[in-house]
């Protein structure tokens, strides 16, 4: 996470009843001497707790929340383009597009070499499912496909990027000169 949460909330994550009723505790009577009654103290506690994300919505109340720095551009696996699009701090979720080339799965017979088989002449290796003896392979085609994904941001993070992450701070300073104290 991008942003650090006082001590005594480093165990809001887990996941219990004894450590959600000391954690609407605590955001409570931190709510109650900032701004408001008791009552809406505790209906804030709850619905803090009970949001998907609640390191986010304590970060997000107590003003001290910062969205992370995020690479724009990675790679995956199989050297697939993923283009980041926005962030969910509910989530802890980045959302992304991908152009990868277009496959099909085949069935071919377990003695066929794989390296005989190509886009243009799967069909007629190709067998039924229910055959004996066969096997299963991916084929690739020359043509891509664009489609819309979303993964968790510490699987994004543990991509490839295109970028360094000193060029990616640069980026964000050039682009945001007013956050980092330059106008």
Not at 58 to 73: A, D, N, Q, T, W
Not at 154 to 166: A, F, G, R, V
């Amino acid at each position: 996470m991008s942003y650090k949460l006082p001590f005594f909330f480093s165990f809001l994550s887990l996941n219990n009843n004894k450590t959600k009723k000391v954690m609407s505790f605590i955001i409570q009577k931190a709510v109650e001497s900032l701004l408001i009654d008791k009552a809406q103290a505790k209906a804030l506690a709850e619905i803090v707790l009970a949001t998907p994300n609640a390191d986010y919505a304590v970060s997000l109340l107590f003003g001290v929340y910062k969205e992370p720095l995020i690479h724009g551009r990675k790679f995956g696996k199989n050297k697939e383009k993923y283009q980041f699009e926005s962030y969910s701090p509910w989530d802890d979720r980045v959302h992304y597009s991908y152009s990868r080339n277009k496959t099909i799965g085949i069935y071919i017979s377990k003695d066929t070499n794989e390296e005989e088989v190509t886009y243009e002449n799967y069909k007629s290796f190709e067998k039924h499912y229910n055959d004996k003896d066969i096997k299963h392979m991916i084929i690739k085609f020359p043509e891509t496909e664009k489609g819309t994904a979303v993964m968790g941001l510490d699987s994004w993070n543990k991509l490839q990027s295109d970028y360094t992450m000193e060029e990616v701070y640069l980026n964000d300073v050039l682009e945001n000169p007013e956050e980092y104290g330059l106008i």
